[in-house]
DNA sequence: GCCTTAACGGAACTTCCATCCCCTTAGCGG
DNA sequence: CCGCTAAGGGGATGGAAGTTCCGTTAAGGC
């Protein structure tokens, strides 16, 4: 939790214009700063336990023994609460793998997802943090940067992974990182079991395959046979598989 | 819109123990079926335009041109009226395609979810549903058996290219038809564009090369080869490839 | 076609949440 | 260390969302 930077892209002022100066920013050092992460503490808690519809910012006031006023006055809403508290989730963002294979990053990263969204309390945060986004635009503003960052900081092992010789070169890296969550989001959102083990790995291992397989290329060639999507050796010097 | 089914999950009694009998159950016919389907629809609309959050029971009523208290009484809360959305949109799921090929198939199906998901009415309504899904408990309910019965009906694509020698058998062909619709869902939430014709053609080649591969084996094999993902004979007689 | 009563509908009522007012506390420049 | 004022806190206020009451309409059995 770091001092000094202030809430999202919501505007308790109220007129709209941006130009009135917002709470915090003035005087960001010691209460200030202690409020701040006192109230996004209090609101993950909140989140993770009620949901999104049930969040109370009378309730995250009490939990985080602010008064109620300081809480509408600084944020004004409970979705700019949840895009402030995806700005502060985005700073803490872990760094990437480097297992030395494409396969072994995948699947440490899908294993860190799974266990992101098994977990007692991150896996309803996350939950009630996509029904905000749902919602609300500027949350949907802050979770889009929020994966943006995340996606981009693994891309590193899909390009690690080009040069290596391991996949063709021109494959859109964040694609593939983005086709190891999607499955497992998928199953939070759409079935009664989260995302077991088992799902983690076959989503690194879908991924891999595919992006062997050229189905990510930047530049698409045309339909995949059967045993050679997008041409066993599709657009560079690398002689994997067979 | 069928007659004589009630709403979904909902207690309106509010008395928890089921016994009351729910309106609309014992004379389902002219009025009540005409209500239900009026809201049932203005539900949608407003859903659509306004989110989850922004579902205002008593808008509902006035634009199904309906009591606000027959809304409160038949469905009592937001949630329970989403979910008898589900049910009713369940009802009206559409059959699945059968080109002769699986990519052929899992194309269509990709195609078809992405074309929901970018069309202006059911794109903003699926997110508002999932929304609706991620904070009420009925709702969840409600979606996952919408999505099992989805999912169920394209499941028989993956099964006949089984049959046919596409893909080895033991494949769990369930999982393969979640494979495709994942990406898209996961791009209509995380990111500011919608899922294209690209991303589908993606998410199906995707799912198909996995498939083939025998990512989505029930029994899985150890880890995977570059190249030979669940290795190239795993389970059939099958000469698809090389 | 009549009767019973399920289901609908309008309006008053209650409750809860967001906002406003004004006093108190404490950050930060001098 | 002092003073100015940004930021916080408690309580009152206004309004919108949900609930209850009771009269009205029409479904379905005879």
Redesign the pocket.
């Known amino acids: 939790m770091k001092d000094g930077d202030g809430p999202g892209d919501g505007d308790p002022d109220?007129d709209g214009d941006g130009c009135g100066?917002l709470?915090?920013?003035?005087?960001?050092?010691?209460?200030?700063a202690r409020?701040r992460a006192s109230v996004l503490r209090a609101a993950g808690d909140a989140l993770a336990e009620h949901g999104f519809a049930g969040l109370?910012?009378?309730d995250v006031a009490s939990r985080a023994?602010?008064?109620?006023?300081?809480v509408?006055?600084?944020w004004?809403?409970?979705g700019a609460l949840v895009a402030d508290l995806l700005v502060d989730m985005a700073e803490q963002s872990l760094a990437r793998s480097r297992t030395g294979s494409l396969l072994g990053d995948l699947k440490e990263n899908a294993r860190l997802v799974q266990r992101t969204l098994v977990d007692p309390r991150q896996g309803p945060l996350f939950r009630a943090i996509l029904a905000a986004a749902a919602t609300d635009d500027s949350t949907a503003r802050a979770l889009r940067r929020f994966y943006e960052i995340r996606v981009a900081e693994w891309a590193g092992c899909v390009d690690d992974a080009v040069e290596r010789g391991e996949i063709p070169a021109g494959t859109d890296a964040r694609e593939v990182v983005r086709a190891v969550s999607a499955p497992l989001y998928y199953r939070l959102l759409t079935t009664a079991e989260p995302p077991d083990e088992t799902a983690a790995n076959r989503a690194a291992e879908g991924a891999f395959v595919a992006a062997h397989a050229g189905v990510y290329l930047r530049v698409r060639p045309g339909a995949p046979q059967p045993g050679a999507v997008g041409d066993p050796e599709p657009a560079g010097e690398h002689e994997v598989g067979r």
Chains 1, 2 share one sequence.
Not at 65 to 70: A, E, K, L, N, Y
């Open positions: 109220g100066v709470p915090g920013s003035i005087r960001p050092g010691g209460r200030t409020v109370d910012l009378a023994q602010v008064g109620r006023t300081t509408y006055r600084r004004g809403s409970a």
